[in-house]
């Protein structure tokens, strides 16, 4: 059953390689290559054969001996696993530049969010639309949640405003919070948090190169 | 020297939570507060405060005995140090969904990297202009970077075209690949990667969102 495995804590190295995986068995299937083995993925991917092998032990697959797995089976079930084919609901608050722009991404809905709502406060912005995606003034953000039920409040806001919308969602009920800022917000425990901040991996590429020069 | 310091090969954790500092030294400024204490930013930021005073250390700079240190040459130090009062030129590689997100994220300009041009194969984009950056055929890659010179390639491309992609970028000259896509694409060992695939955070928060139902 997917959904006694999906209950499973793993390790954040494994979850983050699996969509590694997937997209290249994706790759693969587009180029109708019916099987793979964890030797060749290993190849590709520059992991280890012995880890790819590990990691794909948490999935319900078996590869067959001397012919490896199934391409498009493989696909299906890390897809499945990784909570990509589910529709999870998200409100956006804060809808500025990087608001506006991950709203426009069709890309993350590829990968199971959707986006239903955006919140700000400038009043240039409410009441207007995003590829149709109806933006609010986050004073109403308890009201929408009724409506919406949106599981996952992903943040873009400017740093001094990160911790109280934080607040905000989690009492509106979000079970997670997906933090584009670079501030360390605070969350209860009951709440999941996920911090991604694009900025900071630019300090660590600027430094990189500069290493380089 | 910040030129001596920039030289050297920083940890990556810490590289990653300097980037944390300057946006909680940034807040304080703001609120006109003139020093802050390792220890108060510890406390709001959930990082050992002997931890912090590590991190700081690699920068030229020095905290006062019992009042810290004064937040405005501390958020200036940082965000010299990081790179981020640079303007480092990059190429936008693939201007789907992602691609002209990322160019109309004002954002980035914040953090040092200004996207000068975008590249794509879709002639219905190729010729236009996304908040005034040219959109140009793929094609030109070679071309346009003799006239532009830029160091960094962001990709955003799918996945089946991003290895080809990168080799076309290291071939154009840049120093490092930001790569969006969840392929693991390879370079050369003098070329610089750096991996953003917002999409694998997503695993992790839907793994951890699943856990704590």
Same mark, same amino acid.
């Given at each position: 059953?997917? =959904?006694?495995?999906?209950?499973?804590?793993?390790? =954040?190295? !494994?979850?983050?390689?699996?969509?590694?995986?997937? /997209? *290249?068995?994706?790759?693969?299937?587009?180029?109708?290559?019916?099987?793979?083995?964890?030797?060749?993925? #290993?190849?590709?991917?520059?992991?280890?054969?012995?880890?790819? /092998?590990?990691? @794909?032990?948490?999935?319900?697959?078996?590869?067959?001996? +001397?012919?490896?797995?199934?391409?498009?089976?493989?696909? !299906?079930? @890390?897809?499945?696993?990784?909570?990509?084919?589910?529709?999870?609901?998200?409100?956006?608050?804060?809808?500025?530049?990087?608001?506006?722009? @991950? %709203?426009? $991404? &069709?890309?993350?809905?590829? *990968?199971? @969010?959707?986006?239903?709502?955006?919140?700000?406060?400038? =009043? +240039?912005?409410?009441? !207007?639309?995003?590829?149709?995606?109806?933006? *609010?003034?986050?004073?109403?953000? $308890?009201?929408?949640?009724?409506?919406?039920? #949106?599981? %996952?409040?992903?943040?873009?806001?400017?740093?001094?405003?990160?911790? #109280?919308?934080?607040?905000?969602?989690? +009492? &509106?009920?979000?079970? /997670?919070?997906?933090?584009? !800022?670079?501030?360390?917000?605070?969350?209860?425990?009951?709440?999941?948090?996920?911090?991604?901040?694009? *900025?900071?991996?630019?300090?660590?590429?600027?430094?990189?190169?500069?290493?380089?020069?």
């Amino acid at each position: 059953m997917i =959904e006694d495995v999906n209950r499973v804590l793993l390790p =954040e190295p !494994t979850l983050r390689r699996l969509p590694w995986y997937l /997209a *290249y068995v994706n790759m693969l299937h587009g180029q109708n290559i019916e099987y793979v083995s964890s030797t060749q993925i #290993a190849k590709e991917i520059n992991v280890d054969a012995s880890q790819i /092998a590990k990691d @794909l032990s948490f999935l319900n697959i078996k590869g067959k001996t +001397r012919i490896g797995y199934q391409v498009e089976h493989l696909a !299906t079930e @890390l897809s499945n696993f990784l909570g990509f084919h589910e529709v999870h609901k998200a409100f956006m608050i804060g809808v500025g530049s990087l608001g506006a722009a @991950l %709203i426009q $991404d &069709s890309g993350l809905m590829q *990968y199971g @969010l959707r986006i239903v709502a955006g919140f700000d406060v400038d =009043e +240039r912005i409410i009441g !207007t639309e995003i590829c149709g995606v109806p933006i *609010y003034d986050v004073a109403q953000l $308890d009201m929408r949640q009724k409506e919406y039920g #949106a599981d %996952i409040g992903v943040l873009a806001v400017p740093v001094e405003h990160a911790q #109280a919308s934080a607040d905000k969602l989690q +009492r &509106s009920g979000v079970k /997670a919070i997906w933090n584009f !800022t670079p501030f360390r917000i605070k969350v209860a425990d009951d709440v999941v948090i996920q911090n991604t901040s694009i *900025y900071a991996h630019l300090a660590v590429m600027y430094n990189r190169i500069n290493c380089k020069k």
